[in-house]
């Protein structure tokens, strides 16, 4: 069995999309996904899988009303180790995975980027440097539509999860 990571999107956000972790544990156990854990309260699963990465998407996409997200444990210990802005602060530096490969052409498309914001393109990720905090930010990513975004120290914490 491999141990994966569901991001979910828009769950438990700004008042939308509201989920317990409990039942959200439930539903992943009822897809039979095995050692099922949450991680805060903003749709993030840990579990292991005979699955691979499109049937767990399927299986849990056929019980929520939401877009996910998979990475196994190995991938988002990558993602942290690709972290292109490792001497920022972590509630400075954002993770959007997406479901495709991202090209270098998705952040052409980004706009209202203020000097002290930087943008990397990963795997299938973009990572996204706020130089004075994402609140104060007016950059619009239109590729982020289609992903989810956590922060840097969420992303080390579920790598931890999902790799031991």
């Known amino acids: 069995m491999m141990w994966f990571v569901a991001l979910l999107r828009a769950v438990n ?5 509201k989920l317990a972790m409990s039942e959200l544990r439930a539903i992943c156990e009822d897809a039979g996904l095995d050692a099922v854990q949450t991680y805060i309260a903003s749709g ?3 579990f292991r899988s ?11 996409q056929d019980r929520l009303a939401t877009g996910i ?5 190995p991938e988002l210990a990558e993602i942290l180790d690709a972290n292109p802005f490792r001497q920022a602060p972590g509630n400075r530096v954002t993770v ?14 980004v706009t209202g980027r ?3 914001e930087q943008l990397r393109i990963g795997r299938r990720e973009i990572y996204v440097h706020y130089g004075s905090g994402i609140g104060a ?12 975004a956590r922060n840097i120290n969420t ?7 999902a790799c031991g």
């Open 13 to 17: 956000v700004g008042g939308t999309g």
């Open 44 to 46: 993030n699963v840990v």
């Open 50 to 60: 005979d699955l691979d990465e499109a049937a767990i998407k399927a299986a849990l």
């Open 69 to 73: 997200l998979v990475r196994t444990g």
């Open 96 to 109: 959007i995975f997406l479901d495709e490969p991202a090209s270098p052409g998705l952040l052409d498309q």
């Open 114 to 116: 203020a000097d002290d």
């Open 137 to 148: 930010s007016k950059l619009r990513i239109p590729a982020a539509a289609r992903g989810t």
């Open 155 to 161: 992303v080390a914490r579920l790598a931890a999860m």
